[in-house]
């Protein structure tokens, strides 16, 4: 699998894997060509409703819960600014976020907070 840095292009990817032009895909699945040009290329979000969003990645051929459903849908999330779902139930990873964000962001972690990050690193 291939390094992709926006639902955009994961999407448009695998499109192309299945052989089938943009106007075509939009045709046989009555998607408008000028919207899903504009999601390929990053200028237009990917679809809010979780149902939509699944029935265009089972249009992609996309199996449920495999590595590739997961990237889309993880990238789906990120694209609309969101953390992923899936990562938002697990108690456990949203209590090491702000550690993970602050690590990411380069702000450095007083003393304190470094211990609070051992505890809950620990307890993982």
């Known amino acids: 699998m291939g390094v992709y840095l926006s639902f ?3 999407a448009k990817a695998k499109r192309l894997a299945l052989g089938v032009t943009l106007r075509e ?3 046989t699945h009555g998607y408008d060509v000028g919207n899903m040009s ?3 290329r990053g200028l237009q979000p990917p ?3 979780a149902s939509v969003l699944a029935q265009y990645a089972g249009q992609l051929g996309l199996k449920k819960d495999s590595e590739d459903w997961h990237t ?3 990238l789906a999330a ?3 600014g969101r953390i992923p779902d899936e990562l938002l139930q697990r108690e456990d990873v949203v209590a090491k976020l702000p550690f993970v964000f ?3 962001s380069g702000k450095p972690l ?8 051992a505890r809950v690193l620990k307890g993982a």
Do not use: N, V, W, Y
């Open 78 to 80: 990120i694209s609309a």
């Open 72 to 74: 889309f849908m993880d």
């Open 8 to 10: 955009g292009e994961f």
């Open 102 to 104: 602050r690590t990411l």
């Open 25 to 27: 895909f939009c045709r």
């Open 47 to 49: 679809f809010k409703s």
């Open 110 to 117: 007083s003393p304190e907070k470094l211990r609070d990050l």
């Open 38 to 40: 504009k999601l390929e």
